[in-house]
C-alpha cells in the first residue's frame, strides 16, 4: 500500500511512522508514507498557501490551486484509489472504515490547517472525508498520523500474530477483556485464578463473558 499524505506541517508526520510496527510494515515493504509539503506546489514568492475568508471573518482558508497542484501531479503518476481529507465536520472514523481501507493500493491523504480548505476542493477532488472524533485539533496531521496507524497495523502481513489485530477493540463490536502478565500476585492482587487454569475453553468463555461486561459497562452504545 501506498500513503501520500499532504500537509502544511511536514515536520508533524516524521517521528509518528519512524517507530514500533508502522516503521516494521514500511521495512518488510507493506506499505509506503510519502509525506509532500503543500508550499512546495505554489507560485507564490512568499510559499504562502492560505488567504482570508471570503464574506469575512477569523481564519485562513487553504487555497485551492497548490492542492490541485498536488493532487494532480500524483493522479498523473498513479491511479488512487481515495482521496481523503481528514477534518473535524465529516463521518466518523471506525474499525470498519480502517478495515475498508487497509485493502487499497493507494491513497492520498489531505490535512487541513487553520480554517480548513477551499470548499471547491472537497466538492472536486476529495472522495471520502474523515473526522477521528468530536472534538477539535490544530489541524489535521495528528488525525493523519492516527487514520494511518489505524490503517497499517491492519495489512495483511503487518502483525506477526495474525490473530493479534483480529482480537482488537471493536474488530468484533466489544471492548477487549482484561489483561495480564507476571507477576500472579503483586502486593496481594491476584490475576483472575481462570486465566491460570490451562482450560482454553473455560478462558475464552470468561474472555467474552468480560468483553460483554465491560462494553455494558463503558460503551453501552456498541451493543
Ligand atoms: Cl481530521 N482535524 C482536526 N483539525 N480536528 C479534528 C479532526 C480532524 N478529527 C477530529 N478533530
Redesign the pocket.
Known amino acids: 500500500m501506498r500513503i501520500d499524505i499532504i500537509t502544511v506541517v511536514p515536520e508533524l508526520l516524521q517521528s509518528p511512522f519512524e517507530h514500533s510496527i508502522i516503521k516494521r510494515a514500511k521495512e518488510k515493504a507493506l506499505v509506503e508514507i510519502h509525506i509532500h509539503n503543500l508550499r512546495d506546489y505554489t507560485n507564490n514568492k512568499y510559499r504562502q498557501v492560505d488567504d482570508y475568508q471570503f464574506g469575512g471573518g477569523a481564519g485562513m482558508v487553504l487555497q485551492i490551486e497548490p492542492i490541485d497542484k498536488c493532487i494532480s501531479k500524483l493522479k498523473s503518476e498513479r491511479n488512487y484509489d481515495e482521496i481523503i481529507y ?3 465536520d ?1 463521518p466518523l ?1 471506525t474499525q470498519s472504515v480502517s478495515n475498508k481501507l487497509s485493502l487499497k493500493e493507494n491513497i492520498i491523504i489531505l ?3 487553520y480554517k480548513g480548505v477551499d470548499h471547491r476542493v472537497r466538492e472536486l477532488l476529495i472522495t471520502k472525508e ?11 496531521e ?3 498520523a492516527v ?1 494511518c496507524d489505524s490503517i497499517i497495523r491492519l495489512i495483511p502481513g503487518v502483525i506477526g500474530d495474525e490473530t493479534s489485530a483480529l482480537t482488537d477493540s471493536f474488530q468484533d463490536d466489544l471492548l477487549s477483556p482484561p489483561v495480564y502478565t507476571r507477576p500472579a500476585n503483586y502486593k496481594g492482587l491476584d490475576v483472575p485464578a481462570v486465566l491460570l487454569s490451562g482450560n482454553f475453553s473455560k478462558i475464552d468463555e470468561w474472555r467474552h463473558e468480560q468483553a460483554l461486561k465491560r462494553t455494558k459497562d463503558i460503551r453501552p452504545d456498541l451493543l
Do not use: Q, R
Open positions: 481528514v477534518t473535524p465529516a472514523l490535512t487541513g490547517h474523515i473526522s477521528i472524533g468530536d472534538y477539535v485539533l490544530s489541524g489535521g495528528l488525525a493523519a487514520l
